[in-house]
C-alpha cells in the first residue's frame, strides 16, 4: 500500500496533510526517513510518526480480473479459488470477495475487507450497476424481450418464482450482448438469457459502480490493489 494511504488510513490526516508531514521528515519507514508519499509499504515495514509506531487501519481494497474455472471463495480443498491469488502475508487479514461470480464467469471482482462497504456494493438497495458482456448462443435479442428486461422478467426457473428488477440489455451483435444489473440474484444473467431461449456460452463482468475493467481478456488473472480514486468511487457510490 502507498504510504501517504496507509498514514491517512490511520487517521493521521488528509492525504494531503499526510504528504506535508512526510515532506518535513516526520515519519520513517524501517527507522529510515521517508520521502516518497508513494513509496510501497509491506505489511511487514514498521512506520512510525516523530518516532511513534503508527497503528494500522489495515483496510485493503484488491480487484481481481477472474479467470475461468476459479471459485469465488477464499479457501477450497480441491478447486482453484479467488483466494489463491492473495500475497502469503495477507491471509488472516479477513478478505472476502464482495458478492459471487460463478466457477465460469471471468471479470471484475472486488476482494475487500471492508465490511460495509461490500455489505452496501451487494444490496440491491444502493442499485450498483453491474455490467456484463454476455456470448451467447440462440436468436437474437428481439425489442420485445429487451423491453421485457427493462420491466423486470419473471423467472419460474427455481422453486418460487422470483421478478428480476429491472436491467438493461443491449446487443452488440448476433451473439454478443451487454445487460447492466442493479441486484445480483443468483446465477441471475445465465437466468435471464435462459428465460428468453438463450444460452450464456461465456460471461464476463466489466464494470462495477463505474469501475471498469478491459472487455478482453488480456489481464484476466491479474490482482493488483484498487487507487484511492477508485475506493473513493466504490464509496461514493453506496453513500459512503
Ligand atoms: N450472473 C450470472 O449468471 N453469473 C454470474 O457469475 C454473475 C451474474
Known amino acids: 500500500m502507498r504510504l501517504d494511504r496507509l498514514l491517512a488510513n490511520s487517521g493521521i ?5 499526510v504528504r506535508q508531514i512526510i515532506a518535513s521528515g516526520g515519519v520513517t519507514v ?12 509491506r505489511e511487514t515495514d514498521t512506520v512510525a510518526l516523530n ?22 471463495a477464499m479457501e477450497d480443498p480441491r478447486l482453484p ?8 502475508e495477507l491471509r488472516g487479514k479477513k478478505l472476502a470477495p ?13 476482494i475487500t475487507n471492508d465490511g460495509e462497504l461490500s455489505h452496501r456494493l451487494q444490496s440491491p438497495k444502493y442499485h450498483v450497476a453491474k455490467r456484463y458482456l454476455v456470448n451467447f448462443s440462440g436468436q437474437c435479442w428481439s425489442e420485445k424481450e429487451i423491453s421485457s428486461v427493462a ?23 448476433d451473439s454478443t450482448a451487454e445487460i447492466t444489473l442493479y441486484e445480483g440474484k443468483t446465477h441471475e444473467v445465465r437466468r435471464i438469457f435462459a428465460h428468453f431461449g438463450k444460452e450464456v ?18 489481464n484476466t ?7 484511492d480514486e477508485e475506493i473513493k468511487l466504490l464509496k461514493e457510490a453506496v453513500s459512503l
Open 221 to 227: 488473472g491479474t490482482i493488483r490493489e484498487l487507487t
Open 201 to 218: 456460452i461465456a460471461l464476463r463482468r466489466v464494470s462495477l459502480a463505474g469501475l471498469e475493467i478491459a472487455d478482453s481478456a488480456q
Open 13 to 17: 490526516g488528509t492525504r494531503s496533510s
Open 30 to 41: 524501517n527507522g529510515v526517513t521517508a520521502k516518497d508519499p508513494g513509496m510501497q509499504v
Open 98 to 110: 464482495v458478492g459471487r461470480l460463478d466457477y465460469h464467469t471471468t471479470g471484475l471482482l472486488i
Open 81 to 88: 479459488c479467488v483466494g489463491d491469488y492473495i500475497p502469503d
Open 151 to 173: 420491466s423486470g422478467v419473471t423467472l419460474t426457473d427455481m422453486d418460487t418464482p422470483v421478478k428480476t428488477a429491472p436491467a438493461e440489455l443491449s446487443p452488440v451483435d
Open 51 to 72: 518516532g511513534s509506531e503508527i497503528g494500522r487501519k489495515d483496510n485493503l481494497y484488491f480487484l481481481l480480473d477472474k479467470p475461468d474455472g476459479v471459485l469465488t
